[in-house]
């Protein structure tokens, strides 16, 4: 997909990058919030905790490129598409640090 990244990739990535520490004994299956919420209670992570927030983060930009991947493509698409990039490296770090 050209320059942008592909929302679907982008999902695929998060989720593998977070269960690549394996840190946790049941993994993140999806980026959906009922899949973010119980992965977080059955691995009894704190909901706080900044990996979780920015999975959340995460999952409600590519959520919002999905509505907006309909749509010509803007400078806020672009922009949306850049903030996930970042924000996938900030989980790997965020994730690096708690092994």
Do not use: C
Not at 17 to 42: C, G, M, Q
Not at 67 to 87: A, F, G, M, P
């Amino acid at each position: 997909m050209s320059e942008f990244r592909n929302r679907i990739e982008s999902q695929r990535e998060a989720v593998k990058i977070v269960n690549s520490f394996h840190l946790y004994d049941e993994p993140l299956f999806s980026l959906t919030e009922k899949s973010i919420a119980r992965w977080v209670s059955v691995n009894q992570i704190d909901p706080k905790a900044t990996h979780v927030e920015l999975v959340i983060r995460a999952s409600k930009k590519l959520f919002f490129l999905a509505n907006k991947s309909q749509e010509q493509i803007t400078e806020d698409y672009k922009q949306l598409s850049k903030d996930v990039e970042i924000l996938l490296a900030q989980i790997s770090r965020e994730m690096g640090m708690l092994q």
